[in-house]
């Protein structure tokens, strides 16, 4: 039977570049993406680095890396791509220590329902401004603004642009992200 941590426990825990989340004080450490995901998210990564950095206006980390949503509740995750608006930044110490403004999920068979579900409710609870849900599999991508009400959702796909609340000045083409 697993034992339940505490987020000091999880984080006494030796380093890795495994994947792992602290969901409610139980390790849930699933297998690593194959190959083509992880492409996917180190030239997106990239792209949006690219828009990033020479305009200042915070940072973009890819996973694994923590992000602690709720402290007392044991609630860590890692999504595939973060970016953090520069006056923000003070929620990153030695980990994320809150919800980035942008959380990306690349999905994959075994983790969509997940993503789409659990993860993107957490995300708009905790105050995540946007996440993008890439689709591999139709060559989209979903940008959903998490604190509308209603939800705005725009999937998009082919050459029309990635339009974003979080990254204004962005823009490019769905298509890109799955050269």
């Known amino acids: 039977m697993m034992k339940k941590l505490s987020i000091a426990e999880y984080f006494r825990m030796p380093e ?3 994947r792992m989340e602290l969901v409610h004080g139980f390790v849930r450490e699933p297998p ?28 973009v980390c890819v996973s694994p890396v923590d992000v602690v949503l709720d402290e007392a509740a044991a609630l860590v995750v890692q999504p595939d791509i973060i970016f953090i608006r520069k006056e923000r930044l003070h929620i990153v110490r030695d980990r994320v220590w809150g919800a980035p403004d942008l959380v990306v999920e690349v999905l994959s068979h075994g983790t969509a329902r997940y993503d789409r579900t659990t993860k993107l409710g957490w995300y708009r609870r905790y105050g995540a401004e946007e996440a993008w ?3 591999t599999h139709d060559a989209s991508v979903e940008v959903i603004a998490l604190q509308t009400e209603p939800q705005e959702r725009a999937k998009v796909t082919g050459n029309r642009p990635i339009r974003s609340r979080v990254l204004p000045d962005l823009d490019i083409p769905a298509e890109q992200v799955f050269l």
């Open 16 to 18: 890795t570049i495994r």
């Open 32 to 59: 690593a993406p194959r190959y083509g995901h992880q492409s996917l998210i180190t030239h997106l990564t990239a792209l949006l680095d690219l828009h990033v950095r020479p305009r200042n206006l915070g940072q």
């Open 133 to 135: 849900l890439v689709d």
